[in-house]
């Protein structure tokens, strides 16, 4: 079983729309957990950390849900710039640094 | 401000032979520092990470090497280039003890 498991998607949603993306992940020790987002063919780069009180920023919306071990990802009113692969990562402390884990990512496409 | 540095951007190198792909870091001191690989469709899996210089840790065993000869730089190399070595290599780095990660634009490395 992978550690973090993501649906690859793509979610193909209308621009407006609300979406969001569940991710799992196995390791009860898990420290913390982000969100990324990686555009095609470029790195990724941090979207936001994601707290057990749940936290937004602007259109997005992050909550973690220890007792199921999952986190969740909510878009509202999607843009066209959106579109991108969104990877949930799990923070562990482990042989004395931070070691992140990433899925493989949930792919998003906004379109007109 | 910090800015992380990869190069070069794409490559396409034989199998069998050597590999060398730099990774420097502006703005920040005593970095950690981290090499990942992407292969298509998949997650980020880590490589290696180091906490110093000359400190190198391995993930995963395999075809590749990594060397820290000064706090601001990471090297990759491997001595013979397998096709599986083929990828999308990203250096990242974070601030000593810190959990946020933060990429370079990445190698797209193509073993032919």
């Known amino acids: 079983r992978k550690e973090v498991e993501q649906d690859p998607g793509p979610f193909n949603v209308p621009e407006g729309a609300t979406v969001a993306f569940n991710c799992t992940y196995s390791n009860s020790a898990s420290q913390s957990f982000f969100w990324y987002r990686q555009d095609c063919r470029k790195e990724p780069k941090l979207l936001m950390s994601?707290?057990?009180s749940g936290n937004e920023d602007g259109r997005f919306t992050a909550q973690l849900n220890r007792a199921s071990q999952y986190i969740s990802l909510l878009i509202r009113d999607s843009k066209l710039s959106d579109s991108a692969t969104y990877l949930c990562?799990?923070?562990?402390?482990?042989?004395?640094?931070?070691?992140?884990?990433f899925g493989a990512g949930t792919r998003l496409a906004v379109h007109p | 401000s910090q800015t992380i540095h990869q190069w070069p951007a794409t490559l396409v190198q034989p199998v069998g032979s050597p590999l060398s792909l730099e990774c420097t870091v502006e703005?920040?001191?005593?970095?950690?520092l981290y090499w990942y690989r992407q292969a298509a469709g998949r997650g980020l899996q880590l490589l290696f990470y180091s906490v110093g210089i000359g400190q190198i840790s391995s993930e995963v065993p395999q075809n590749l090497s990594a060397s820290r000869p000064q706090d601001r730089q990471f090297i990759l190399s491997s001595k013979k280039l397998l096709l599986s070595d083929s990828g999308f290599y990203l250096c990242?780095?974070?601030?000593?003890?810190?959990?946020?990660?933060?990429f370079g634009p990445g190698t797209r490395l193509t073993v032919t």
């Open positions: 990562v799990e923070r562990l402390f482990s042989g004395g640094y931070n070691k992140l884990i």
């Open positions: 990242a780095w974070s601030p000593g003890g810190g959990a946020d990660q933060y």
């Open positions: 994601v707290y057990s």
């Open positions: 703005g920040t001191s005593n970095p950690n």
